[in-house]
């Protein structure tokens, strides 16, 4: 089993890796990390997404926004209309991740196998 550096207090190591088992929990879900980044452009529709997402299906979609709704990194807009109108968009908390997103990206270019 590999040793802390000593200057790393194991309490703060605890810390982390619970911080890092919060993030990966809701991020690590297939299409969480797409759907924020199709956002990333500005507000969209439910429609719009699932066209720009290819492969996910309509219920998956469906988690993925309530879930990062909840978790705060997305808002939920309704336009009574007519016609009544769906949008989403990153909140101030979404637009925070996106430079990790983007480490995260760059990341799997230059070291995961296509």
Avoid at 8 to 34: H, M, N, P, Y
Avoid at 66 to 74: K, R
């Amino acid at each position: 089993m590999p040793k802390l550096p000593s200057n790393l207090a194991a309490s703060e190591c605890v810390r982390g890796d619970a911080a890092l088992t919060r993030a990966f929990t809701l991020l690590g879900k297939r299409w969480s990390g797409i759907v924020l980044g199709c956002l990333r452009s500005g507000p969209a529709g439910f429609r719009e997404l699932s066209r720009a997402i290819v492969g996910v299906s309509d219920s998956v979609l469906s988690d993925r926004l309530s879930e990062l709704t909840e978790a705060g990194l997305i808002t939920r807009t309704v336009d009574e209309g007519p016609p009544v109108t769906v949008s989403y968009a990153l909140t101030t908390s979404g637009l925070a991740l996106m430079p990790a997103l983007d480490q995260i990206s760059h990341w799997a270019q230059e070291h995961l196998p296509a």
